[in-house]
């Protein structure tokens, strides 16, 4: 069992930054892949960008060259850095994390959620 706790969500005017950090609980964070998930208000929650165990990392596109995914297994943290906010990256954030090591963007391969952080992006 794994127990996500995300934090670092705010409000940001276009063209700023936020990191958001998801600090996990349990036993072998190394050996699960790890993702972020976003929900809008009205949307179904989509994925944003997700990393594997061996540092694989995909991207969304409308967040490519403007977000980075990070992890820090000592500290059984992951992280993402979000530049160049716009107003249409506002929504809820949820960490994921996956219990086999692989690659996938399918929001039902994640078998573990955090409650999400809000982030509005103000014009």
């Known amino acids: 069992q794994v127990q996500l706790v995300e934090s670092g969500g705010g409000l940001v005017q276009a063209g700023g930054s936020l990191r958001l950090s998801c600090s996990a609980s349990?036993?072998?964070?190394?050996?699960?892949?790890m993702a972020w998930f976003r929900q809008a208000p009205g949307k179904e929650r989509e994925f944003v960008a997700m990393?594997?165990?061996?540092?694989?990392?995909d991207y969304a596109d409308p967040v490519k060259g403007r977000f980075t995914i990070s992890r820090d297994n000592g500290k059984t943290t992951v992280y993402l850095l979000m530049n160049e906010l716009k107003p249409e990256d506002t929504a809820v954030y949820f960490c994921?994390?996956?219990?086999?090591?692989?690659?996938?963007?399918?929001?039902?391969?994640?078998?573990?959620w955090g409650q999400g952080t809000q982030v509005t992006v103000s014009s």
């Open positions: 349990g036993r072998d964070f190394a050996n699960y892949a």
């Open positions: 994921a994390a996956r219990g086999q090591a692989s690659w996938s963007i399918r929001r039902v391969d994640y078998e573990f």
């Open positions: 990393i594997t165990s061996r540092y694989t990392r």
